[in-house]
């Protein structure tokens, strides 16, 4: 039973790195394609990042519901709280690490970036494979457990739209805050995939 859930969260880690590094150029691919915003990275902020993989993360609890629901106890509850712990280990790793890269280095680094995504997925399988395997638990209740899907998914479906004026939703591009919100006026600047 413990063996099959390790391998459910190995698969997850996997499943969650491909689909939200894909996520991360979808929204350009599309030539900016308004509707593919509610799943898509569209600027270079940290909340961005985080919506990248909340919604792999997501859709591999769904899927993984199917086939682990006769050995895994507080299942939902497990699901949720890795859906929070990714980006809470994520904001932590990597505000952590800015916070003495910057004043020693004057920038951050792209392999220390990815760790913090490495870090913040691992910390989410942690938890979730923790949680699975307790002996069943009353709380949180289920409909509090509901509430927390309703609130995290509505929050990575409309902050992109109405993003908060604060340092988590602003473009972090190139380690410097730009003073842009959500969907960008002009993507040129910030292209990968150059148009010919």
Known sequence: MKIKLVLWEVGSFIWVVLAGSALHFSFELSEFWTPLAFISAVNESVWEHLKMYFWPGLVFA??????????????WYAKLASLIATPV???????????I??????????IMDLMTMVFGLVLASVVSYKIMVKAPMRLPRKKNILVGYMAITAMFSTFTFFPP???????YFGYEYSGDFG????YE????????
């Open 62 to 75: 769904l899927v993984q519901y199917t086939y682990t629901r006769d050995i895994a106890n507080n299942y």
């Open 183 to 186: 969907i960008l006026e002009d």
């Open 189 to 196: 600047p910030y292209r990968v995939f150059k148009k010919e």
């Open 101 to 110: 890269s910057i004043p020693l280095y004057g920038q951050g680094f792209f």
């Open 89 to 99: 280990g994520i904001i932590l790793s990597f505000y952590g690490y800015l916070a």
């Open 165 to 171: 004026k604060i340092f988590l939703f602003e473009n």
